[in-house]
């Protein structure tokens, strides 16, 4: 095999060194030997993960530079990557043969990679080197064990800017979007024999630096191969920042010490939860899952300064470390709720990192989709407002809520609520805010609004249950903030998915202008490309249930609980009612199903966690077992769709330890069937929960009965405040339902007081 997963590789090697057996090997394993970067690196139809090398929510990440996993060669060897899903922006390419060969970027076949969370290693075979890595924060450190017959070069490359190149020391930057360039600095061990830049495919010594597109040096030691020490650090405020980032964190060439590091700061970050699992593939999914939770957002801080991308500045700091690079519309569903529990500081200096990102903007409006070069403005709804009031009612509230307030409204309000747009608000959120819906396109009617992506779309459906979403968590803040008018004002807006309901077919259904439902219509495939012309990315059955904040009236809105858990049936048997190729082809986000269920994408995470609102938790205990075994596994198709950098690994590991975070925003967390039979989390200031388990395993899915905190519960949720200061959930586990736990009109988790 070319790519060797981690875990079986440290679990091999102890093998061999281990006399006493399995719980020699056992004894010996830590949280981080169980995290697999490859799980998920072949995906189903989109994004596949990538083997991230990066310590937790640092500024410097690589993975290799390929393709696709598949892929025969490497193209050089990764400095940076700016984005989870992009290249690297410098390249370092070793190189051994004529000068005449010598190119910006080489590609070389490969074998025997290995990657850990915090260390790479490779041996690229056509020029036989072995390669060997370590990252620390924004500096890291190669060694290259070159070929001994052939004459030795290392080659950087910027792909679009400036290096130049002193003796040893290589430095310049990368332009990328949106006036952001990224640094570096570089230096090796040994000294060069000879320094040149690369032009037109011809070497020139007597040049030493150059600009613009791959622009190129290369550094030549020598006709005999041998080792070559490279470390390096990285800014986005400028070489010589890039410099003292080096210097501050790595003083020598040595990979191992600086591995050492990292594998101490994984295991103390993942070693935060520990587990006691079924057997080791699930403690891997379990610590892979952690581990990709911890790979955004990334600081941006360097010795108390940091860019932003928001206004083009460099700032200081003031003591509070600066974090950009987070898909809200992924992770304010799972990823900042975990992080609330068992990250608060770093979840508090992210909201406050928001808050910078709003004030830097022109029109303090909160983030939508902070990335590195700035806010990118993707997909649909404003759910950075979730995250603040998730926040605020679990009790982090070291932050200025009432400019994160203002923030949350104006981005709501004044920011236009098309989607993919950072435009000022237009025609179509001033009917939004007269009519309280979206209006859909009718039937042959063009489009006419400016605000609209051309490709995205309006996406009504998606966006006014979103927008009302959001006016909820609005509600909830204005409330911490005594604001009772603007408190009622938001609650009573949070009701406005009711104006797309339709009440014969018991769906969301789009309007048009006139108020008058499409017509014909088909909730599995109306809506164009991706169903954007009406919903987003998912169709109008997944939509469906997207009233995260008041599920009970939802289930009144469908004719009770019988009529509710009949149609959430339905919703797993129904067919594609096509092909799969013609229903990927229009629906390609849409993987994962289960008749019409997408485990793929994040609108759906919440959907098998329903059933408790409606009286038959044995059913959600049920579906949850059964997706987590059937689409999240520890191989390199281990992941059902886009895992979006944290925002589905979260579902994952709030799923395996056995509760949920339906609706952000609450208090309140969902009981689902744990995969593992002890878990402890450390919530800080020496604070546990506990969750333990009897009897669980495979086939013992079903809850039987359970304490909380030493009491009989009775309840299918429980609340933050229960285990806030530490605490224990009991769970007695069989193999049949008990159809009664959980089920009564009484113990259902709590939904929106919106009359």
Same mark, same amino acid.
Request: glycine share 8%; aromatic share 12%; with cysteine.
């Given at each position: 095999?070319? &790519? ?9 090697? #102890? ?71 992009? &290249? ?53 450190? %190669? ?39 990224? %640094?570096? %600095? ?159 500081? #770093? ?176 909730? &599995? ?97 049920? &579906? ?132």
């Amino acid at each position: 095999m070319k &790519r060797l997963n981690s875990f079986l590789l440290g679990a091999v090697c #102890l093998l061999a060194s281990c006399g006493n057996g399995t719980s020699s090997i056992m004894s010996e394993m830590s949280p981080v030997d169980y995290v697999n970067p490859y799980m998920g690196n072949i995906s189903h139809l989109l994004v596949p993960t990538f083997p991230t090398i990066h310590l937790p929510n640092s500024m410097l990440r690589v993975y290799p530079e390929r393709s696709d996993y598949t892929a025969d060669k490497i193209k050089g060897l990764p400095l940076i990557v700016t984005n989870h899903r992009e &290249r690297s922006a410098f390249n370092l390419t070793p190189y051994q043969g004529d000068r005449d060969g010598m190119k910006p970027v080489i590609a070389y076949t490969y074998d025997h990679e290995r990657i850990t969370p915090y260390s790479y290693s490779v041996y690229l075979d056509e020029p036989g080197i072995e390669v060997s890595y370590a990252p620390s924060h924004q500096s890291a450190v %190669y060694q290259l064990e070159m070929s001994p017959d052939f004459p030795s070069y290392l080659i950087f490359n910027s792909r679009e800017g400036a290096v130049k190149v002193n003796d040893n020391a290589v430095s310049g930057y990368q332009q990328l979007v949106n006036n952001t360039r990224v %640094y570096i %600095y570089l230096e090796t061990s040994q000294k060069p024999l000879e320094t040149m830049v690369l032009k037109d495919g011809k070497a020139d010594v007597a040049q030493k630096e150059m600009s613009g597109k791959d622009a190129c040096v290369a550094l030549y030691y020598g006709d005999k191969g041998g080792t070559l020490n490279v470390r390096y650090g990285v800014s986005f405020i400028s070489e010589e920042q890039a410099r003292k980032n080096l210097e501050r964190e790595i003083s020598g060439y040595d990979v191992a010490a600086v591995a050492a590091a990292g594998r101490e700061i994984w295991n103390r970050t993942l070693g935060k939860i520990e587990v006691k699992a079924f057997n080791d593939d699930e403690k891997g999914l379990f610590y892979t899952s952690l581990y990709r939770c911890y790979e955004r957002p990334v600081c941006l801080s360097e010795d108390g300064k940091y860019f932003s991308a928001f206004d083009g500045t460099v700032h200081e700091d003031a003591g509070v470390p600066f974090y950009t690079d987070d898909w809200i519309w992924d992770t304010y569903r799972a990823t900042h709720p975990l992080r609330v529990l068992t990250e608060p500081v #770093l979840e508090t200096n992210i909201i406050r990192s928001y808050i910078r990102m709003a004030e830097q903007m022109d029109s303090l409006w909160m983030p939508t989709f902070p990335e590195i070069t700035g806010d990118s403005r993707r997909m649909n709804s404003n759910h950075a407002v979730a995250t603040v009031a998730d926040a605020c009612v679990k009790g982090l509230t070291d932050f200025d809520i009432e400019k994160a307030y203002l923030a949350c409204k104006q981005g709501i309000e004044n920011k236009t609520l098309a989607p993919w747009s950072g435009k000022p608000a237009g025609w179509l959120d001033s009917f939004y805010k007269e009519h309280g819906y979206i209006p859909a396109l009718a039937p042959g009617e063009v489009e006419t609004v400016p605000e609209v992506h051309p490709f995205e779309k309006r996406q009504p459906i998606a966006v006014t249950l979103g927008t009302a979403y959001d006016e909820w968590c609005l509600s909830q803040i204005a409330g911490y903030l005594n604001k009772e008018e603007q408190k009622d004002y938001y609650l009573k807006r949070a009701l406005n998915y009711r104006n797309v309901f339709n009440p014969e077919t018991r769906f969301f259904h789009p309007k048009d202008k006139s108020g008058k439902f499409i017509e014909p219509f088909d909730y &599995r495939y109306s809506g164009g490309m991706g169903a954007r012309e009406y919903y987003g990315e998912n169709n109008g059955w997944v939509y469906r249930w997207d009233v995260p904040h008041n599920v009970a009236d939802l289930i009144s809105l469908m004719g009770g609980r019988d009529s509710f858990n009949q149609e959430l049936d339905r919703m797993f048997n129904e067919p594609l009612g096509r092909s799969k190729f013609e229903f990927y082809a229009q629906l390609p986000d849409h993987t994962g199903n289960v008749g019409q269920f997408s485990m793929a994408n994040e609108p759906s995470l919440h959907i098998p966690y329903l059933y408790n609102y409606s009286g038959q938790p044995w059913k959600t205990q049920k &579906r949850i077992r059964t997706l987590l075994h059937e689409w999240f596994r520890n191989d390199l198709m281990g992941i059902p769709g886009d895992e979006d950098g944290g925002g589905m690994s979260a579902f994952v590991v709030f799923s395996m330890m056995g509760f949920y975070p339906v609706t952000p925003g609450t208090p309140t967390y969902n009981i689902g069937s744990p995969m593992m039979e002890y878990v402890k989390m450390d919530l800080g200031n020496g604070k546990f929960f506990e969750i333990e388990a009897k009897n669980c395993s495979m086939e013992n899915k079903y809850i039987q009965s359970a304490t909380l905190n030493g009491k009989e519960w009775n309840m299918p949720w429980f609340s933050h405040s229960d285990i806030a200061n530490g605490g224990k959930l009991v769970l007695v586990m069989g193999s049949r339902a008990n159809k009664t736990w959980g089920a009564g009109v009484d113990n259902v988790p709590p939904s929106a007081n919106t009359k």
